[in-house]
């Protein structure tokens, strides 16, 4: 009975030994994999914040191009606020009517 147990013991000790050799090679093979994992995702994230860098500026440089605009637009405003009051001026002193609606030219006609 001691032979038969030694000799089942021996071959075990060989499966164990087997086994940590199929443990390390999982280990080793997913530690390889994790490593290249870890470099795809970090460059992955290097390229996504510059990305991120490129439409941060590029949204900066649209909010200044809407405030140039927006001050062209001002100026439009006033320059052709101001040439609709000295036309009405000009109309108004060489005896003409300035009427804005239909309603007003048509009160202007009954009177």
């Known amino acids: 009975m001691k032979e038969t147990l030694e000799l ?10 087997m086994e940590e050799q199929l443990r390390d090679f999982v280990l080793d093979f997913l530690n390889a994999n994790a ?11 290097k390229k996504l914040a ?3 860098e490129n439409l941060e500026d ?3 440089a649209m909010k200044k191009e809407m405030e140039e605009l927006n001050g062209e637009l001002m ?3 006033v320059d ?13 002193k ?10 007003e030219f048509q009160r202007k006609l009954k009177k």
């Open 75 to 77: 100026i439009y405003k």
């Open 80 to 92: 052709l606020s101001n040439g609709m009051l000295s036309s009405r001026s000009t109309d108004e």
């Open 94 to 103: 060489r005896g003409k009517n300035a009427i804005g609606t239909r309603e």
């Open 8 to 17: 089942v013991k021996g071959r075990t000790d060989g499966f164990d030994s």
């Open 50 to 52: 510059k990305r991120d």
């Open 35 to 45: 490593k290249k994992m870890n470099e795809l995702v970090e460059s992955i994230t």
């Open 58 to 60: 590029m949204v900066l």
